[in-house]
């Protein structure tokens, strides 16, 4: 099945998506990260959907405005694809090749989850940011607690899946990583994630005999493709992802986990750390930008001016007087 979150006439409703884009508003729903609190995983999300099928179809989904299928608990960011790093170190840090540390584990940073934005919503220019890219990603949502849990448990755990893109300030990246804690504003401004939930076991044809999800993926920035992958490139499944996530912690109903973004052209700073220089170039107000995956669908977004930053004093530097 495949779930949107819209609003109709100043109401916002969950309805299941038919094939043809008519919508099956679920009863009494508002909100699918509550009905993933309450449902218990897959089995019980399906019997809800299920339920909507009884009851009058709603609007065509080309009435309504589309809103983040869900508002995360937590968004995780992963960095699985190999090509990515090695493009993006280039780009970013001026370093070529991947780090030994990189294969050890699937590394993740957790990001923004109140800046979730939908497809058809305008992205501010991060303030201070001359530098903005995109990045094609997948996310896998979690719709069962748990906690150090295994690759085999947590593919229990992951509900559906959705597009994912994680909007990036490189200038800010570049400057605020040297300190050494990973990245901060330049990833802060937005996170857009749709235009569906598409249940698990939608995408279950797609997985190869290794566990990998062979979805296309395409990357396109005013209507030109710049961008080509296969999700199944990825080095960790999204159950190891899972897994990793839930060492010594939990995860939760609604947690989003991204797979990092993809490679041959996933984002920009990949080609200019491959090409040399800024081409195609940095994201400007009026630019559109569509990423599209096998399976679940298409996110669209038109880059807008953003606010001005608020300036604040440099560090003091202190005499480290002691009491």
């Known amino acids: ?51 909507a099928l009884d009851v009058p179809p709603g609007p065509h989904v080309s009435q309504v405005r589309l809103l983040p299928p869900l508002r995360p608990a937590s968004v995780r960011d992963f960095v699985t694809f190999e090509e ?22 699937p590394t993740f940073y957790f990001t923004n989850p109140h800046a979730i934005y939908a497809t058809g919503d305008g992205i501010p220019v991060p303030p201070g940011s001359a530098v903005l890219d995109f ?18 448990q947590a593919r229990d755990h992951i509900v559906g899946y959705t597009v994912f893109n994680d909007w990036s300030a490189r200038d800010l990246q570049t400057a605020e990583m040297k300190v050494g804690l990973g990245p901060c504003k330049g990833k802060d401004t937005a ?24 979805l296309a993926l395409t990357a396109e920035v005013n209507g030109e493709v710049v961008g080509r992958d296969l999700l199944s490139n990825m080095s960790w499944t999204f159950e190891e992802m899972v897994a990793y996530a839930s060492r010594g912690t939990r995860v939760v109903p609604g947690d989003v986990l991204g797979s990092g ?23 400007r107000p009026g630019d559109t930008v569509t990423l599209t995956v096998e399976g679940i669908g298409s996110v669209s977004n038109t880059v807008v001016p953003g606010a001005d930053p608020v300036t604040l004093p440099a560090g003091r530097r202190r005499s480290r007087e002691r009491p």
């Open 84 to 105: 990515h790093v090695e493009g993006v170190r280039r780009s970013v840090d001026g370093a070529a090749g991947v780090p030994d540390q990189w294969y050890a584990a």
């Open 135 to 152: 990045e094609l990603e997948v996310a896998a949502v979690i719709g069962r607690e748990g906690r150090d849990l295994t690759p085999g």
């Open 261 to 283: 973004t993809c490679g041959n052209g996933g984002c920009l700073a990949e080609l200019w750390g491959t090409r040399g220089e800024r081409t195609p170039p940095p994201l």
């Open 1 to 51: 099945m495949r779930f949107a979150a819209y609003e109709h006439h100043h109401r916002v409703r969950v309805a299941v998506v038919q094939d043809d884009g008519t919508l099956l508003p679920l009863p009494g729903v508002t909100s699918l990260t509550g009905l993933l609190r309450d449902c218990g995983g897959l089995p019980g999300l399906l019997a809800a959907g299920a339920a």
């Open 191 to 214: 996170t857009t994630l749709g235009p569906y939930l598409v249940t698990a076991d939608e995408l279950e044809p797609y997985r190869d005999t290794d566990g990998f999800l062979r």
